[in-house]
Every structure is written in structure tokens, then in C-alpha cells.
T-cell receptor, first 113, second 115 residues
Framework: GIQVEQSPPDLILQEGANSTLRCNFSDSVNNLQWFHQNPWGQLINLFYIPSGTKQNGRLSATTVATERYSLLYISSSQTTDSGVYFCAVERYAGGTSYGKLTFGQGTILTVHP | DTEVTQTPKHLVMGMTNKKSLKCEQHMGHRAMYWYKQKAKKPPELMFVYSYEKLSINESVPSRFSPECPNSSLLNLHLHALQPEDSALYLC??????????????FGSGTRLTVV
């Protein structure tokens, strides 16, 4: 199956700092998403980004599909950004069947006031 | 409505109990999923329903029994669970992969404790 590696595993920031999270994957994919899991467990979809660049407020993401990596940028971090950030990828099983979403191990982000 | 709703949010059950987890979405998504997440680990796929039919079972023990009564509803029936089954159970849904902005929407999960 597809291997997904995220780095760094842990990241500690002061409020207002910027950061970059990385996701490497081992094979071509049809779907790549970035999620934020808050302390209560909810997985919040940040970006659907199998290729290209997207921005949403202080967050932006870039996926370079040909080189099999994606980056998540967080600018002017806030304490509410704390939590676990997951990269997840999917390679379709073919036909009309749905693929399997494979998650990386996550990056634990802690933002101090 | 852009949400996946899961109930209950918390559940404590004994090893001889029978309980069910419920998941509902009204986004017109045709695929629904159950994931299991242990502490400090990523979610792991359990089951996939596509157009109300079970399409993937990731070798999950039979004490977990999924059911998809209609395109908006997904249940997970639990029976004779073990303490090691304690985890966060996440439901997700997605549109047909042929549509733009295909992606998964997750619910807030049910935190299950087996005693």
C-alpha cells in the first residue's frame, strides 16, 4: 500500500510564528487531504489538494504531485491552531469502487500564548 | 447541511452489552465509512459502503457489524467487545470520485470505552 510520511512529528511555536508541515507519499495518488484534529477528536477538512496550491485565510497548501509531496503552511499561528495535523491520501481501486484513505502519523502542533 | 453527525458522543459499555453507533449525513454523498482511532495514532479504515452496499471490510472482527439502511444513514452494531476495542470511532462520507473537489467529511466521533 501507499506509505505516507509526515514531518516534523512534533512542533512547538509561540503565537504569531509561521510554520511549514510536510507530507511525502510513496506513489501517485488521486486524492490528498489535510486535516486538523482538535483536542475533542473532530477531524476538520482543511484542504482537498491532489495537486496545485490553495489558500484559506492564514492557511495555505501546495502539492507537487510529480515529486510526491505536499506542504501545509500556517502563518501567524494562534493557540486555537493547536492539535494534530494529518495528511491523508487515496489511490482509487479502479472502476466505480472507492479507494482507501491512508493517513500519515500526523504532526502534533502546540502553540503557546 | 455540510456535516456528518455521530451519536452518541461518548459510550461506556460492558463486554456483554450490545450497543449501536449512528452516523447521518444529508450532503447527498454516496459513500460512507467507519474508521477506528486509538490514542496518539492515525485513523484506520474499518468499513466502506458505496451506494448502500458494503464494498470494503478491512478484516474487522465480527463483533463489529455495520449496517447502511439508506443513503444517509450508517450504523455500527457492537456486541461482545473487548477492552482493547476502546477507541474513537469516526464516521466519514464522500461524493462520487468523479466530481470536482472530491474529498472526505468526518464526523466528530464516538469515544467508546469498554469495561
Amino acid at each position: 500500500g501507499i506509505q505516507v510520511e509526515q514531518s516534523p512529528p512534533d512542533l512547538i511555536l509561540q503565537e504569531g510564528a509561521n510554520s511549514t508541515l510536510r507530507c511525502n507519499f510513496s506513489d501517485s495518488v488521486n486524492n490528498l487531504q489535510w486535516f486538523h484534529q482538535n483536542p475533542w477528536g473532530q477531524l476538520i477538512n482543511l484542504f482537498y489538494i491532489p495537486s496545485g496550491t490553495k489558500q484559506n485565510g492564514r492557511l495555505s497548501a501546495t502539492t507537487v504531485a510529480t515529486e510526491r509531496y505536499s506542504l501545509l503552511y500556517i502563518s501567524s499561528s494562534q493557540t486555537t491552531d493547536s492539535g494534530v495535523y494529518f495528511c491523508a491520501v487515496e489511490r482509487y481501486a479502479g472502476g466505480t469502487s472507492y479507494g482507501k484513505l491512508t493517513f500519515g502519523q500526523g504532526t502534533i502542533l502546540t502553540v503557546h500564548p | 447541511d455540510t456535516e456528518v453527525t455521530q451519536t452518541p458522543k461518548h459510550l461506556v459499555m460492558g463486554m456483554t452489552n450490545k450497543k449501536s453507533l449512528k452516523c447521518e449525513q444529508h450532503m447527498g454523498h454516496r459513500a460512507m465509512y467507519w474508521y477506528k482511532q486509538k490514542a496518539k495514532k492515525p485513523p484506520e479504515l474499518m468499513f466502506v459502503y458505496s451506494y448502500e452496499k458494503l464494498s470494503i471490510n478491512e478484516s474487522v472482527p465480527s463483533r463489529f457489524s455495520p449496517e447502511c439502511p439508506n443513503s444517509s444513514l450508517l450504523n455500527l452494531h457492537l456486541h461482545a467487545l473487548q477492552p482493547e476495542d476502546s477507541a474513537l470511532y469516526l464516521c466519514a462520507s464522500s461524493q462520487d470520485k468523479g466530481l470536482i473537489d472530491y474529498g472526505y467529511t468526518f464526523g466528530s466521533g464516538t469515544r467508546l470505552t469498554v469495561v
